[in-house]
Nanobody, 117 residues
Framework: QVQLVESGGGLVQAGGSLTLSCATVGARIASAAVVAWYRQAPGKQREFVASMTRGGSLNSGDSVSGRFTISRDAAQNSMLLQIDSLKPEDTAVYYC??????????WGQGTQVTVSS
């Protein structure tokens, strides 16, 4: 059983930066076929933010600009999401997700990011 434990959320002023972390327990993050981040703002559906395949291919959501950077940290067995130039509309609960070659996928519990104007 794979568990994902997120951290790094909090209250940030607009224009600031934040790095979210998603630690993987029970497996090696380097083995995940796809790692991804999603977010859900109040009253809205969960939306795709960014993903990275095991081979390093990147993809990002249509509503997400180049301010978001996804990466893997094999040494810490975790995945990261760096968000620069934060805007109030980035306020949401951010979820990490991993998809494995056995077709299982797992979600983190979510971490709240609140951006003040």
């Amino acid at each position: 059983q794979v568990q994902l434990v997120e951290s790094g959320g909090g209250l940030v002023q607009a224009g600031g930066s934040l790095t979210l972390s998603c630690a993987t327990v029970g497996a090696r993050i380097a083995s995940a076929a796809v790692v991804a981040w999603y977010r859900q703002a109040p009253g809205k559906q969960r939306e795709f933010v960014a993903s990275m395949t095991r081979g390093g291919s990147l993809n990002s959501g249509d509503s997400v600009s180049g301010r978001f950077t996804i990466s893997r940290d094999a040494a810490q067995n975790s995945m990261l999401l760096q968000i620069d130039s934060l805007k109030p509309e980035d306020t949401a609960v951010y979820y990490c997700n991993t998809y494995w070659s056995d077709e299982h996928d797992y979600w983190g519990q979510g971490t709240q990011v609140t951006v003040s104007s």
